[in-house]
C-alpha cells in the first residue's frame, strides 16, 4: 500500500475511523515474510518484488526471533552514528556473497516495522490498520523483539505528530510523517495513505537548464565544494510559466570551460534515463524548497524552485555537502 504526499497534515475525518500518525524513515521499502514451518527460508522482497534476503543475511539470522506465518511491511535501513545513511543501505543492497557478509558486521541493517498482512498464518489486510496496529504491539512486546527489529513510532495526537515533524526529521533519514486512517484495510498497489515530507528553504546555483534559454524547462542546480569546483546537486520540478520567464530574463549561455562540461546527469535519482542540460553561466541564485533526503551532498528527490536570489551573491550559496542549510537573509 502506499502513499500520496501532501504539503500539510490531513484534517480529521479525511480518512476512516480517525487519523494514526507514523514516523517516516528514507529507506527501502520491504516486506519481510517469516518462514512459514521450521526450515523453511525467510524472504525479503523489495518494492519492485526483487527478492533480497542474500543482502542481508544478519536479517535472516535474526528472523528467527519471530514466530512462523507472519508478513511484516516495514522500511529497510542502515545506522551510521546518530543518523541513517543510506549510502551505506545502498551498499549493502549490492552487496553479494562474502561481501554481504563483511558489511552485515560493519553496518548492520535495521528492520522498521510498521504494518502487518499475515499473523500465524492468518491474513489481516481487511482488518484495519487499528486491529494491525495492534497485532504489531503484541509481537513485540510477547517475543521482546529489540534490534534489528523496531516498531514504528506512531501517535493519535495531531500535536504530537507536529512535534515529530519539526524535530524528529532534523535527524537525517527521518522524512517526515506517514498517516494512515485507523478504520482502513490495506489495500495493495492503492495510494490510501498520506506521506507530509519536511521541507527546508535554501539556496543553490543554476549550472544549467533544460528545455531552452527562453522556456527553461527543469534548473540543474549545484553548490561550490572546498576545492572551488561547482558539484552538482538535483533539479527542479519543471518550472511553471511565469517562474520560467523569470529566470530566463537573467540567463547568459557558459562559454567553453564551463565545470560541467561533458558531465551526464540522470533524469531522476537511480535512473539511466539522462539529461541533456544547456550549461549556463553559474552566477544566478535560485532559492529551493527542499526535502531531508540527501545522499552524498545531492537531493534525491526534484526540488522546487521558490524564487530567484538577485539580492545575493553564489559566495552566500552554502557549501556543497550541507543539504538545506538555512536560506540567506
Not at 152 to 169: G, H, R
Given at each position: 500500500m502506499l502513499a500520496q504526499a501532501r504539503e500539510t497534515l490531513p484534517r480529521p475525518g479525511v480518512l476512516p475511523g480517525g487519523l494514526a500518525f507514523e514516523a517516516k524513515f528514507d529507506g527501502y521499502r520491504?516486506?519481510?515474510?517469516t518462514s512459514a514451518q521450521q526450515g523453511a527460508p525467510v524472504l525479503l522482497q523489495s518494492r519492485r518484488g526483487s527478492l533480497i534476503q542474500r543482502h542481508f543475511p544478519d536479517l535472516v539470522t535474526a528472523a528467527r526471533q519471530l514466530p512462523h506465518g507472519w508478513v511484516l511491511d516495514g522500511e529497510l535501513v542502515v545506522w551510521s552514528g546518530d543518523r541513517l545513511s543510506f549510502e551505506a543501505l545502498q551498499r549493502r543492497a549490492s552487496s553479494g556473497g562474502q561481501t554481504s557478509a563483511q558489511l552485515a558486521a560493519a553496518m548492520p541493517a535495521h528492520f522498521i516495522t510498521f504494518d502487518v498482512l499475515q499473523a500465524d498464518g492468518q491474513e489481516l489486510m481487511t482488518e484495519p490498520y487499528e486491529h494491525r496496529r495492534t497485532a504489531l504491539e503484541d509481537l513485540f512486546t510477547e517475543r521482546g523483539l529489540t534490534p534489528p527489529w523496531t516498531l514504528?513510532?506512531?501517535?493519535?495526537?495531531?500535536?504530537?505528530?507536529?512535534?515529530?515533524?519539526?524535530?524528529?526529521?532534523q535527524v537525517p533519514g527521518v522524512e517526515g510523517l506517514v498517516i494512515k486512517g485507523l478504520g482502513q484495510r490495506y489495500l495493495p498497489g492503492a495510494r490510501g495513505w498520506f506521506k507530509v515530507r519536511r521541507r527546508e528553504t535554501t539556496e543553490a546555483i543554476i549550472g544549467g537548464v533544460t528545455g531552452?534559454?527562453?522556456r527553461p524547462q527543469f534548473l540543474v542546480l549545484g553548490r561550490y565544494d572546498g576545492d572551488g569546483r561547482l558539484r552538482a546537486v538535483g533539479r527542479t520540478t519543471p518550472l511553471?510559466?511565469?517562474?520560467?520567464?523569470?529566470?530566463?530574463?537573467?540567463?547568459i549561455e557558459a562559454r567553453p570551460g564551463h565545470s560541467w562540461t561533458g558531465v551526464r546527469f540522470a533524469a531522476t535519482w537511480g535512473s539511466r534515463d539522462t539529461l541533456d542540460p544547456i550549461l549556463v553561466v553559474p552566477e544566478l541564485v535560485a532559492e529551493i524548497s527542499a526535502d531531508t533526503a540527501v545522499d552524498r551532498g545531492a537531493w534525491r528527490h526534484p526540488l522546487r524552485f521558490v524564487r530567484l536570489r538577485l539580492d545575493v551573491t553564489v559566495a552566500d550559496v552554502p557549501p556543497f555537502g550541507e543539504g538545506a542549510a538555512p536560506a540567506a537573509g
Open positions: 520491504c516486506l519481510l515474510f514504528c513510532p506512531m501517535t493519535k495526537d495531531p500535536a504530537v505528530a507536529q512535534e515529530w515533524l519539526e524535530s524528529w526529521t531552452t534559454l527562453s511553471h510559466m511565469e517562474a520560467a520567464g523569470q529566470v530566463a530574463d537573467h540567463l
